[in-house]
Nanobody
Framework: QVQLVESGGGLVQAGGSLRLSCAVS????????MGWFRQAPGKERDFVVG???????SYANSVKGRFTISKDNTTNTVYLQMNNLKPEDTAVYYC?????????????????WGRGTQVTVSS
C-alpha cells in the first residue's frame, strides 16, 4: 500500500513562491511515476506536472517555466517548487503515485492519491 502525505501549502501574494512536499511510503520514488494535480472550487482536477521513474518530466503549459518537480530518493519525497505564483494557481494541490512508472497526464493513470494541500495566491 502506498501512502502519500502533502505539506507546504499556504497563503502567498502574487509573485511569491511556495514549495510543496509529498512524503511517500510503501514504494520507492525512484521506481514509480509521480504527479501533481490541482483542483479549484467547482472545477475538475487538472494535471500540473508529472515525473516518470527515470526522471523525465512533463508540465502543463500554464506552469512551464514557473514550477519545477523533483524527487529525493534518499528521503523518498517528491517536491513541487512553485515560483512567480498567480491568483489563478489557487487550488488544492494533490500528489499522486503511478506504480507503473509513467507519471503521465491523466488522472486515471494514478492509483494512489494524497489528501491535498491548499494553495491560495492573493492578488
Amino acid at each position: 500500500q502506498v501512502q502519500l502525505v502533502e505539506s507546504g501549502g499556504g497563503l502567498v501574494q502574487a509573485g511569491g513562491s511556495l514549495r510543496l512536499s509529498c512524503a511517500v511510503s510503501g514504494r520507492t520514488v525512484s521506481r514509480i511515476g509521480m504527479g501533481w494535480f490541482r483542483q479549484a472550487p467547482g472545477k475538475e482536477r487538472d494535471f500540473v506536472v508529472g515525473i516518470n521513474w527515470s526522471g523525465s518530466t512533463s508540465y502543463a503549459n500554464s506552469v512551464k517555466g514557473r514550477f519545477t518537480i523533483s524527487k529525493d530518493n534518499t528521503t523518498n519525497t517528491v517536491y513541487l517548487q512553485m515560483n512567480n505564483l498567480k491568483p489563478e494557481d489557487t487550488a488544492v494541490y494533490y500528489c499522486a503515485a503511478d506504480p507503473k512508472g509513467f507519471g503521465g497526464y491523466y488522472v486515471y493513470s494514478y492509483d494512489y492519491w494524497g489528501r491535498g494541500t491548499q494553495v491560495t495566491v492573493s492578488s
